[in-house]
């Protein structure tokens, strides 16, 4: 049976993340993925906001021009157009940077093993023992501690007894190659189209994204697209574009789940709800959510206590997400095109048009693990291990 410090279930941004921090610390690693390749089958936008470019070191190669231009739509296609001075989004080419990423695991010692499904685990002396599905063959692995990165609907957050996300939109949006010179967001507010949440056409020069996302049981993703692309076609030159990809898939919106580690595992990026239940951003919160995980886990492996993992916790990050979640179910409540229309031409208007401004342009994000917690971990356990992705260009 291969004995593991750590075992990443799910080769997206929060299990790569995670991963490389705790190989690059000298942690025997495995990353496990039901896909043979992480290229394939991107489900996100992959819009990476000011506050991750500011913090992070993310591959330059893998990230398209800056977008500081965002244009808000009416239902009746009025426009508001909202400028920055600072660069505000980059679209990652997110199949290059889950590769660069898994590059970077396995040069540092981390095992890959993808067509590799997650069955379920049970106690075992110092860990679990987990049951996988390896090209079609079931094999046991020892592992200290499970990471369950394993997206919205998590198998590992069942398995452990923690926390699952109940409450989720669905998006879906189709990929062109386009040139074009002027990079901007395009979010149009539409509750018949995307109810309970928008549309969208991201262009950052070289790449076109076109979705729509909205709560499952009112509209039917893939014909809404459809409508959507018809009625943007001329708008975008649509029209002889081939499409280079399609991407979907849910996006839990209920905030931060409540318990999202015990003993055996924790959870990261989807798995946790670690989205924002407004914007329904998550990349942010991916890589921060799994700094923290990374720490706790080190405290973890050094000293052999299973009860280091008990500081993994939300409970600092959960009031920053009460206001957004009551403004979830504001939107979500709306279902007359007319408030909507109303509600853009309030944007106009001051102060709303500095709320407007604050959510598409400040830097307010996922927080960083709470000080206080931090520092009962440093008393008890020692230094976290180093992180391997803050940017020293501060």
């Keep these: 049976m291969s004995r593991l410090d750590v075992l ?3 080769a997206g941004l929060a299990g790569l993340s995670c991963a490389l921090r705790l190989v690059s610390a000298g942690a025997r690693v495995a990353i496990v993925d ?6 394939r089958g991107v489900q996100t936008t992959g819009i990476f906001v000011r506050k991750t470019l500011e913090d992070f070191d993310l591959p330059a190669a893998h990230l398209g021009a800056p977008v500081s231009r965002v244009v808000l739509c009416s239902p009746a296609r009025r426009r508001l157009e909202l400028t920055s001075e600072k660069t505000e989004f980059r679209i990652g080419r997110m199949g290059a940077l889950y590769t660069e990423l898994l590059r970077r ?5 981390a095992l890959w093993w993808p067509e590799t499904r997650y069955l379920g685990s049970s106690p075992a002396e110092d ?3 987990v049951t996988l599905t390896r090209r079609r063959r079931d094999e046991k692995v020892h592992a200290r501690v499970i990471v369950g990165a394993d997206g919205a609907l998590s198998r590992v957050a069942a398995d452990l007894g923690l926390e699952q996300n109940r409450h989720w939109i669905v998006g879906v949006e189709d990929v062109f190659e386009r040139w074009s010179d002027a990079p901007t967001l395009h979010c149009f507010l539409d509750p018949v189209l995307a109810p309970g949440y928008i549309a969208w056409v991201a262009d950052d020069g070289e790449e076109l994204h076109v979705g729509v996302g909205g709560y499952p049981d009112r509209f039917r993703p893939r014909e809404a697209l459809e409508a959507f692309r018809r009625s943007v076609s001329a708008q975008f030159g649509l029209r002889g574009l081939a499409r280079k990809e399609r991407r979907g898939g849910r996006i839990p919106v209920g905030g931060i789940l409540g318990r999202i580690g015990c003993a055996r595992g924790l959870l990261v990026g989807d798995a946790a709800g670690a989205v924002s239940p407004l914007t329904a951003g998550g990349l942010d919160p991916a890589i921060r959510l ?6 706790v886990i080190g405290a973890r492996l050094r000293t052999g206590d299973p009860a280091a993992l008990a500081y993994y916790r939300s409970d600092g990050f959960r009031p920053r997400f009460v206001s957004r ?7 979500g409540g709306i279902r007359a095109p007319a408030v909507y229309e109303l509600a853009c031409a309030a944007a106009r208007t001051w102060p ?8 598409f342009f400040g830097r307010g994000s996922f ?3 709470e000080p206080v917690v931090m520092a009962e971990l440093r008393a008890l356990y020692g230094e976290p291990w180093p992180t391997m992705m803050r940017s020293t260009a501060r």
């Design 8 to 10: 990443v279930v799910g």
């Design 34 to 39: 039901r896909k043979t390749d992480v290229a």
């Design 105 to 109: 695991c396995i040069d540092a010692g």
């Design 127 to 129: 860990g679990s023992t």
């Design 290 to 295: 799994s700094e923290y995980a990374a720490a």
């Design 325 to 331: 979640s009551w403004m979830r179910g504001l939107l």
């Design 352 to 359: 709303v048009s500095g709320l407007v401004r604050h959510v």
């Design 367 to 369: 927080p960083d693990p």
